[in-house]
Structures are given as C-alpha cells and as structure tokens.
C-alpha cells in the first residue's frame, strides 16, 4: 500500500488531485493524506515528515497536489521497483551528478533526465522525455520535489531536514542527496506524470540551497552516477555555479551577497568565463533594475 502525503494550500486542487489517483492507480491498495497547510503555514520538511511518520504503510509517496498521473495502472509498476533493495528514491525529473558548485537539483541542462509532460503558461504541453529506448529507468542522484516515491524504511533512515529547512525549499534536494548515498535513486521513464504550474526561483531559494552547502553537503560533494573526465568536471562546476549566480540575480537576493557569490565565481575560474557578464548583470539589476 502506498500512502500519498502532499502538503496542501488548495483543497480544490488536492480532491483534483485524489480522484486522479482514483482513476489511475490500478488495483494496488493506497491512502490520500493531504495536510491542509494553508492556515498553519508548517514547512514543508516538517509536514512531510510528521504525515511519514503516521502513515504505516510500506510504501511513500510524496507530491505535490499540482500534479496528474497521465496512464492508466501504474501502481504496481512503481511498487515493483521500490521493492528491489538497492532502490532508493523514485521520481520524474533529476540529475545524474550534483557537482560541489552550488546548485539546484539541476545544475544544469545537459545534466537533466526528465520524463513528465509540463504545462506551460500557455496552456500548452510539453513533454520533457530524455529516454531514448525502452528503458524504464534511469539511475539519477538528485530528483525534483514534485513527486517522490520512497519506501517508509528508506525515509525513516533519511528524514526530511526539519532544523536546515524549515521552509518551502531545498527539501528535494537534500533528501535525494542523503538517499543518494546509501541507494540508488531513479528517474522512471515508465509512468507519466503532468506538472501543472513551473517553478520559480525566489529569494528564499537562493539563501536556502546556499545554506544547504555550506552548512551540509560540501564536505560530501561531488557525488556522479558515472566517472567523468577532470577536465568535464571543471567545466561542469563553473558552468552549474554560473547557471546557479544568474538564477540569483533574477531575485532580490542582497547585492553584498551577490557579490560575495561572483567573486567566488572568478576565484574559480582565474577571472576568464563569464566573469565580466555576471559583473555587468550584477549592476544591470541592482542599480539600474533592468530585467536582465
């Protein structure tokens, strides 16, 4: 039996939410406990973990209530998986390497593994598939909040970080970073989910997933699922740490601070890439507030 657990602003959404696990789900056995968060306003790490820990069934699954599973009898499909003992978290868009650069739960693009359909403004969906051939896996080390399936054991080996977090960010990616160390986590390429809304990155974020290195996981970073080249590491960490700068840039994270983050950028690499941009960007959106 899986139990669903989705911290919930929307009771609209979360009954959205439970008939399409309703009408998809197959014959496996399963229980809806959205934790209506919307007056209590609990982080996120500390919900998820208070629901974990009265849910009793084997299997977890946590989600967000803007999400549709878009096939038919996948239920057993996931359970199959997490029954093998090695399977850690399962979920539907990662990476498969988290470099020592500070970064998201993408570093970047060429390090995405997707497989979910993301509506767009728009109204228009997009299918972000990186599977190739028939498989229905792909080992990953980090994995999107969105959706997570885990066994109770693995989350009661790996609880959400409630004193780091207590927020709405970094979860996901501290979570799949400690699983990752002990399991092995997947992307699955044999289920179909929808997202309905795209992320946005906020203030809150950038000092979170800035907090999370250097107070946590430096010390036990990088972690890949396949060896690379010194030289592609290199160019992977400046490349992620850049994404990660102008991602900050985009907020009203504290010039200092930006500052602060670009000059260990040109420490990293010898003032040579990117260094005069960022100092421009930098500027552009601090002092003369241009959308850059």
């Known amino acids: 039996m899986i139990t669903f657990i989705v911290c919930s602003i929307s009771p609209q959404r979360a009954m959205a939410l439970y008939n399409n696990i309703y009408d998809t789900i197959g014959d496996t056995q399963y229980r809806f406990m959205p934790f209506d968060n ?5 982080g996120i790490a500390h919900v998820y973990n208070l629901c974990a820990q009265q849910a009793k069934t084997e299997y977890l699954c946590f989600l967000h209530e803007d999400v549709a599973f878009r096939c038919k009898n996948w239920g057993e499909t996931i359970i199959n998986k997490l029954k093998e ?6 979920g539907f868009t990662g990476s498969p390497v988290k470099f020592q650069a500070i970064s998201s739960v993408h ?13 767009t403004k728009e109204g228009k969906e997009l299918f972000m598939n990186s599977f190739t051939s ?10 999107d909040g969105m959706c997570m399936f885990v066994r109770r054991q693995v989350w009661q ?3 959400f970080d409630e004193r780091l977090l207590p927020g709405f ?9 400690q699983v990752a160390r002990h399991y092995q986590n997947y992307i699955c390429g044999a289920v179909t989910i929808e997202h309905f809304s795209i992320g946005s990155f906020s203030t809150e974020w950038v000092a979170t997933t800035i907090r999370l290195h250097n107070e946590k996981w430096n010390p036990y970073l ?38 602060k983050l670009i000059k260990q950028y040109w420490r990293m690499t010898s003032f040579r890439k990117h260094s005069l941009t960022l100092l421009l960007k930098l500027i552009g959106t601090r002092f003369l507030h241009l959308n850059i």
């Not at 972690?223 to 590491?233: A, D, F, G, P, Q």
Request: hydrophobic content about 30%; overall charge positive; glycine content about 2%.
């Open 38 to 42: 919307q007056t209590l306003n609990y």
């Open 222 to 259: 990088p972690l890949y699922i396949h060896s690379l080249s010194r030289k592609e590491v290199v160019q992977d960490e400046h490349d992620a740490f850049y994404r990660f700068i102008k991602k900050a840039l985009r907020t009203n994270y504290p010039y200092r601070e930006t500052y």
């Open 157 to 159: 080996e790996c609880p």
């Open 107 to 119: 570093p970047s693009a060429k390090w995405m593994v997707n497989h979910y359909i993301q509506r």
């Open 85 to 90: 003992p090695d399977c850690g978290i399962i």
């Open 169 to 177: 960010h970094g979860y996901d990616l501290d979570f799949s970073l």
């Open 134 to 143: 028939n498989a229905k896996y792909a080992p990953c080390i980090t994995i």
